[in-house]
């Protein structure tokens, strides 16, 4: 059996400044590795351990997962070019605050986050489905058993959970927020519900 673990990465400099990132390269605040400290820190603590680390190559994602695997020992992250964050398309670079006033009413709008759906040149979250499947069946057939950690972004990492759940995306979306290096656990064994393992304490406003 296996299973997948997926973090999240720490604060990076767009999220601490409401900047939408998508594949924008900042990284991480002195906020964003004091939380990839705390995640490592709790996970050895109920001393989970991975057979593998994969990573986006964002260098906030990465940079997360060097800090995991090395207060854990565990292998030294290797780069999925797939676990990369959704393409912002036209949205790429602006405050979080246009979202709304640039892309109502195609928007899901939670407590936390407002959801973009389809502007221009952005990946769509049916594209990111697609994308999460092709990824979940990469990773079944490298690893057939154990544990392995990817460390993500917050839209694909839903879109993840989306889809190994078989869960309508709209529903995900709306569900739970997955904040800055929280970690799921996605299992035969464990439901949809029981899905977050470690929250962390969050900062961007």
Request: glycine share 6%.
């Amino acid at each position: 059996m296996l299973n997948i673990y997926l973090a999240r990465h720490g604060q990076n400099e767009d999220n601490a400044n409401g900047i939408l990132n998508g594949h924008r390269d900042l990284p991480l605040t002195n906020i964003g590795i004091a939380q990839a400290q705390e995640v490592a820190t709790k996970i050895k603590s109920v001393g989970l351990v991975f057979d593998a680390v994969l990573s986006s190559p964002l260098n906030r994602a990465l940079n997360t997962a060097e800090i995991i695997a090395s207060v854990n020992d565990f292998p030294t992250p290797e780069i999925m070019p797939e676990l990369i964050e959704r393409d912002f398309g036209s949205m790429t670079g602006l405050a979080q605050s246009k979202i709304e006033e640039l892309c109502a009413p195609d928007i899901i709008k939670t407590e936390t986050v407002t959801y973009f759906l389809s502007p221009e040149g952005a990946e769509t979250f049916p594209d990111l489905l697609k994308r999460a499947r092709l990824l979940l069946n990469t990773i079944a057939e490298q690893y057939k058993d154990g544990s392995v950690l990817l460390v993500t972004h917050g839209d694909f990492g839903k879109m993840i959970y989306a889809e190994y759940y078989h869960l309508d995306w709209k529903d995900v979306l709306t569900l739970f927020h997955f904040g800055n290096s929280e970690l799921l656990l996605l299992s035969p064994d464990s439901s949809a519900g029981e899905a977050h393992v470690f929250t962390i304490m969050q900062h961007n406003t």
